[in-house]
């Protein structure tokens, strides 16, 4: 899920990046006018890659902890089970010995 979202990310990032590229081509700046428009857009571009990975990566590492969570409730309550047979299979042999 967190790939899909990426993905989306990134294709999202190069669609403004190209669409805010041949805007400014077009815009009626100078030389240099144009490049530090362009280089304003990449630095936003780049800074909002950036929050967005960090904030995937922060999801990715909390269902990651809470998979891992789940798996030692999940294996207690495995073990809880096993000794309750354990318990339930001695008393019968206690009984019926």
């Keep these: 899920m967190a790939d899909r979202a990426a993905d989306k990310v990134i294709w999202f990032a190069a669609g403004v990046a190209l669409g805010t590229a041949a805007a400014m081509l077009y815009a009626p700046w100078a030389g240099r006018d144009l490049r530090r428009k362009i280089a304003e857009k990449a630095n936003q571009g780049s800074t909002a890659i950036a929050e ?3 904030d995937l990566y922060d999801k990715g590492k909390r269902m990651i902890e809470r ?11 495995f073990e809880r089970g096993r000794k309750l047979v354990e318990e339930v299979r001695g008393n ?5 010995g």
């Design 52 to 54: 967005t990975s960090k």
């Design 67 to 77: 998979g891992r969570q789940l798996a030692a409730e999940a294996a207690d309550l």
């Design 92 to 96: 019968d042999e206690y009984a019926h």
